[in-house]
T-cell receptor, first 111, second 113 residues
Framework: KQEVTQIPAALSVPEGENLVLNCSFT??????LQWFRQDPGKGLTSLLL?????REQTSGRLNASLDKSSGRSTLYIAASQPGDSATYLC??????????FGPGTRLSVLP | DTEVTQTPKHLVMGMTNKKSLKCEQH?????MYWYKQKAKKPPELMFV???????INESVPSRFSPECPNSSLLNLHLHALQPEDSALYLC????????????FGDGTRLSIL
């Protein structure tokens, strides 16, 4: 059974810092891995999708990497801003076409 | 604004009521999903419709029943719910071909009295 974990569970940083969020999964047989952002009481906003054959994806200040063999992905946020405050979730798509989510990292960026 | 539309945004119902949650997308996606999310927890998959074929998370109780009238719509029928069913219910869709990302709606906040 696929299990997804995320470290840290919560993170508080001053504005302008670069930061790294970590995601680990136990079964490397995945189609893809997707990073989401969720604001309180809202739905999920897709940030980046990395296909199993890819090593990384970039969008603006965000960069996500994938090491499928070791079961790890990182989300790098450059020059953090207060508007980046949210919960960040990673999800893996298994070959059974089911998504499994990690518990999330709650990020607070202080002005 | 999201490309996946969920209605209603909020729903309060008693344990004996029957209600339905609706989800609609017009992106031509052939897979649609229902998730349940409790506070400060990740979404948990309930149902998947992929090419009109239903897959069920076996832990979901029978008081939840999905319906897919067509490829753009996915309803979730609710009957005789319990207080522990209070949660945010999220719908998502995805284009299966080409390894595309999931797109989520804003969810329905459900409260069971």
């Amino acid at each position: 059974k696929q299990e997804v974990t995320q470290i840290p569970a919560a993170l508080s940083v001053p504005e302008g810092e670069n930061l790294v969020l970590n995601c680990s999964f136990t079964d490397s047989a995945i189609y893809n891995l997707q990073w989401f952002r969720q604001d309180p009481g809202k739905g999920l906003t897709s940030l980046l999708l990395i296909q199993s054959s890819q090593r990384e994806q970039t969008s603006g200040r965000l960069n996500a990497s994938l090491d499928k063999s070791s079961g790890r992905s990182t989300l790098y946020i450059a020059a953090s801003q207060p508007g980046d405050s949210a919960t960040y979730l990673c999800a893996v798509l298994n070959y059974g076409q089911n998504f499994v989510f990690g518990p999330g990292t709650r990020l607070s960026v202080l002005p | 604004d999201t490309e996946v539309t969920q209605t209603p945004k909020h729903l309060v119902m008693g344990m004996t009521n029957k209600k339905s949650l609706k989800c609609e997308q017009h992106m031509g996606h052939r897979a649609m999903y229902w998730y349940k999310q409790k506070a400060k927890k990740p979404p948990e998959l309930m149902f998947v419709y992929s090419y009109e074929k239903l897959s069920i998370n076996e832990s979901v109780p029978s008081r939840f029943s999905p319906e897919c009238p067509n490829s753009s719509l996915l309803n979730l029928h609710l009957h005789a719910l319990q207080p522990e069913d209070s949660a945010l219910y999220l719908c998502a869709s995805r284009q299966v071909e080409g390894d595309q990302p999931q797109h989520f709606g804003d969810g329905t906040r459900l409260s069971i009295l």
